[in-house]
């Protein structure tokens, strides 16, 4: 929400009033004085006039978890442990994933309050890969990666799939890297030429990589850093 909307839809100030704070620069946002009526508050920000606080800021929460097989991905299921029920953390309930991966996929998850962050992470827009180790039944063709570059049609969503990067590792294995995350993607790439996917690990999500000392189930809060480079 703007700065300005945010702090006339208080009962204490009319719009005047919000004009005239905004031009004296007695508004600060995370501790740094703003004018721009436009400037962004979320509610992770804190939003003070001269010293009084008008809102704390709710701390802004990011994990790396390394999704072990034969748990699935939502909030919760009646018969299957969840990803969020590995996290030992308050409030549970306010975290969502930034990008599902299938009951028996492993690998990288995110998980955030921050909803901007995650759709900066998995909207196809951004253009972020999200790399995966894939294991097939039958070999792979070398005419498999001209197919996914090209992008294969999906009819239930009627659309093309971005161009998509595959780098053999042996017959049976590769790493594939694709743009956006549709139902069942990477299986169904594969699916086009009947050859099923029998082991998936997702290695990376844009510039965050699975940390190696992360073992299946563990996780780990990001560095500001992790954070920033979203
Ligand atoms: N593509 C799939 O088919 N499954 C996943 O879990 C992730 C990507």
């Not at 700065?3 to 004296?24: A, K, M």
């Not at 005419?143 to 009819?155: E, M, P, Q």
């Not at 594939?176 to 990376?204: A, D």
């Amino acid at each position: 929400m703007r700065i300005d909307r945010f702090l006339s839809n208080l009962p204490r100030f009319n719009r005047q009033q919000v004009r005239l704070l905004l031009v004296e620069r007695r508004v600060a946002v995370d501790g740094v004085k703003v004018s721009d009526p436009h400037h962004e508050v979320r509610e992770f920000s804190r939003v003070c006039v001269d010293d009084e606080v008008l809102q704390e800021g709710k701390p802004a929460r990011y994990f790396m978890l390394h999704k072990p097989q034969g748990c699935v991905s939502a909030t919760s299921d009646p018969q299957h442990p969840t990803v969020l029920e590995l996290l030992d953390e308050p409030d549970i309930a306010e975290l969502h994933i930034a990008g599902r991966l299938d009951f028996n996929t492993t690998g990288l998850m995110l998980i955030t309050n921050d909803g901007q962050w995650s759709r900066r992470l998995t909207q196809p827009t951004t253009k972020l890969p999200k790399v995966y180790l894939v294991e097939t039944e039958q070999n792979i063709g070398a005419h498999y990666a001209a197919t996914f570059k090209a992008g294969l049609y999906f009819a239930f969503e009627d659309l093309t799939t971005q161009p998509a990067e595959l780098e053999l590792l042996g017959p049976r294995t590769a790493r594939l890297s694709i743009i956006e995350g549709r139902y069942h993607q990477v299986k169904r790439m594969f699916g086009h030429f009947n050859n099923k996917v029998i082991g998936l690990h997702r290695e990376r999500m844009g510039p965050l990589a699975l940390d190696c000392s992360l073992a299946p189930g563990a996780y780990r809060a990001l560095t500001l850093d992790e954070i920033r480079q979203v």
